[in-house]
C-alpha cells in the first residue's frame, strides 16, 4: 500500500497563547508557522506525491498550500476526518486553566474513556482518522500503484492516535508520542500491518522514500515485484 507523511500544522497563535483551539474557526499560523510550514514544504519538494489531503481548519489549510506550491499540480483536498478532536466545552479555554478540571487526568492516563462535554469522545476521534488514512491510501493504492507517497496534513493529538493504531497500542498510550509542529510522521501501510517509518521528524532528508523504480533483466521485461508485510530480520 502507498506511504502517507502525516504532517502537523505549523506553529499557531493559540499554541502561543496556550490555548486549547480545538475547532475555533479562524485560529492562523503566527510568524513562525509560516516560516515552518515553508520549511517543511521545501522538505516535501522533491517527493512525487500523489495527494495533499487536509484537514479544514485554517491553520492546516495554511500549511497544506504551502506544501501544495512545489506540486502545482496537485490541489489539496480537505477530509473533515482529520480535523481536530472535538473539545466541546474545553474549546477555546487555557490549557492552565484545564489542568485543573477533574477530566485532565483522565484524559492523560485513560484517554479511551474521555468524551469532551459537548464534544467527541478521543475513541471517536481515532476510529476516523484512522478510517481516512486508510480510505485514502486504498483509493491511491489503485489510481497510482502501490509506491505512492501522498500528505495528511492534521493535528497532533488526531497523529498520535493514529500513530498509536499503527504500532497496536492502546489509545492509553498515546501521550506517550510526540509530534511538534511542522513535524513528519511517516507510516506504510501494508496488507497485513502497517509500518511506521519515521516518527516526529523535523529535519532529515525525505528522498529516500522515492520508489526505486524495478530494472528490468536483459532481453526481457522484469514482473513487478509484490510488495511483503513482512519485517525484514536484524533490520533493513
Not at 500500500?1 to 490555548?19: D, E, F, K, Q, Y
Not at 496534513?153 to 498510550?173: E, G, N, P
Not at 509500518?195 to 536483459?218: C, H, M, Q, T
Request: charge should be positive.
Amino acid at each position: 500500500m502507498p506511504t502517507v507523511i502525516l504532517v502537523r500544522h505549523g506553529r499557531s497563535s493559540a499554541n502561543t497563547s496556550g490555548v486549547l483551539a480545538g475547532r475555533t474557526p479562524g485560529v492562523k499560523l503566527d510568524e513562525t508557522g509560516l516560516q515552518q510550514a515553508a520549511a517543511v514544504a521545501e522538505r516535501l519538494a522533491e517527493l512525487p506525491l500523489a495527494a495533499i489531503v487536509t484537514s479544514p481548519l485554517d491553520r492546516c489549510k495554511q500549511t497544506a498550500a504551502a506544501i501544495a506550491k512545489y506540486h502545482q499540480e496537485l490541489r489539496p483536498a480537505t477530509d473533515r476526518r482529520l480535523t481536530e478532536c472535538g473539545y466541546g466545552d474545553w474549546t477555546g479555554k487555557k490549557l492552565s486553566a484545564l489542568m485543573k478540571e477533574p477530566l485532565w487526568p483522565v484524559v492523560q492516563q485513560h484517554p479511551s474513556a474521555v468524551t469532551f462535554p459537548n464534544g467527541e469522545s478521543m475513541r471517536g476521534m481515532q476510529q476516523r482518522a484512522v478510517d481516512a488514512v486508510r480510505a485514502h491510501d486504498a483509493a491511491l493504492a489503485e489510481s497510482h500503484g502501490p509506491g505512492a507517497l501522498w500528505v495528511a496534513v492534521s493535528h497532533a493529538d488526531v497523529i498520535k492516535a493514529i500513530v498509536a493504531d499503527a504500532l497496536a497500542q492502546h489509545l492509553d498510550t498515546f501521550q506517550r508520542i510526540v509530534v511538534d509542529t511542522a513535524s513528519t510522521t511517516i507510516i506504510t501501510y501494508t496488507q497485513t500491518r502497517p509500518f511506521l517509518v519515521r516518527l516526529n521528524d523535523s529535519g532529515s532528508e525525505l528522498a529516500s522514500l522515492i520508489p526505486k523504480p524495478a530494472e528490468p533483466a536483459k532481453g526481457r521485461r522484469r514482473k513487478p515485484t509484490k510488495q511483503s508485510s513482512d519485517a525484514v530480520v536484524g533490520g533493513r
